[in-house]
């Protein structure tokens, strides 16, 4: 397999206003708490990981030679800064709507703590490569496919779909300075086994404390239901799996999955309104 970053890709920052509803709408995704509290629960996980993800890469980036990726860079540690912003907005909305969004927050920040403190940075950035790709497979099904989101309150889905498509521009900076600076295929791999274990976990963990909240958790129905959208002969995660495993190969880039014309076909949406900003 082959893959570069397109060539003269820009990587920019935008501020959309979103102006998320007040108070949020405890069930935004068309009235169902499971797939309301699957985006909610990971929304989460953002600020604090985003910055860890800036850091990973800030850190390697006086290594780095090439003018194109060292503006890439800037665009990413913009772009990532904005998405944490943003979700912490959306966090604090969860707030007020009576989840702990504290409790779940400190379980990542005291992980996050140890990855700083006793792992090195090549491999800190090896995990910043597995959770984009993670994020970035998510980010182009969500684009493509309109099912993620149907129903959903619009203000809501326009955020999600902000996101995704500058998880989709920028899906390839942290792995191109990875290559650059380590490129281990082995470090690789074992940042994506123990990035998709505690993914998994923190998401479900995030939704199964806000079900719990709004006394749906032992509800088989909502189960039956979530479960049949995640992995159901149509669910949205099932189409994943192949673009998922692609990533333990050798010769792994994100830019093999060419997915430029989603990008071309959101900016519409968004750059036509959207301020700038600098990293």
């Known amino acids: 397999m082959t893959g570069t970053t397109p ?19 405890r069930h935004w995704h068309g009235g169902d708490a499971f797939k309301s509290h ?7 996980l953002f600020p604090d990981g985003e910055r860890f993800f800036i850091d ?4 390697f980036r006086e290594r780095i030679d090439d003018p194109l990726l060292k503006e890439q860079i800037r665009g990413f540690i913009g ?23 504290d409790h779940l927050e400190r379980a990542l920040r005291r992980r996050l703590a140890f990855v700083r403190k006793f792992l090195s940075p090549q491999l800190q950035l090896a995990a910043t490569t597995a959770v984009e790709h993670l994020t970035a497979i998510m980010a182009d ?16 889905a326009r955020l999600w779909r902000w996101h995704a498509l500058e998880e989709t521009e920028h899906k390839a900076v942290a792995f191109d300075v990875y290559q650059q600076v380590c490129g281990s295929p082995w470090l690789r791999r074992r940042a994506m ?18 079900l ?19 992995w159901g002969r149509d669910g949205i995660l099932r189409p994943l799996v192949k673009a998922y495993l692609e990533f333990y190969r050798r010769d792994f880039h994100p830019w093999q999955h060419d997915n430029l014309h989603l990008v071309e076909q959101y900016r519409r949406e ?10």
């Not at 699957?38 to 989460?44: H, I, Q, T």
């Not at 990973?56 to 850190?59: A, G």
């Not at 772009?79 to 969004?101: C, K, T």
Request: charged share 25%.
């Open 7 to 25: 060539k003269g890709l820009e990587i920019r920052p935008r501020r959309p206003e979103f102006g998320l509803p007040q108070p949020m709408p």
């Open 38 to 44: 699957f985006f909610d629960a990971m929304s989460v």
């Open 56 to 59: 990973s890469v800030r850190h």
């Open 79 to 101: 772009q990532e800064g904005h998405h944490s912003r943003e979700h912490i907005d959306y966090n604090n909305q969860l707030r007020a709507l009576g989840y702990d969004i």
């Open 141 to 156: 099904a969500l684009l493509r496919n309109p099912r993620w989101l149907e129903g959903a309150d619009p203000t809501m």
């Open 193 to 210: 086994l123990q990035s998709t274990i505690f993914f998994t976990k923190d998401t479900f963990l995030g939704l199964v404390h806000m």
């Open 212 to 230: 719990r909240r709004d006394g749906l958790l032992w509800n088989w129905r909502v189960w039956r239901d979530g479960l049949r959208w995640l």
């Open 270 to 279: 968004f750059d036509a309104t959207a301020g700038t900003a600098g990293a």
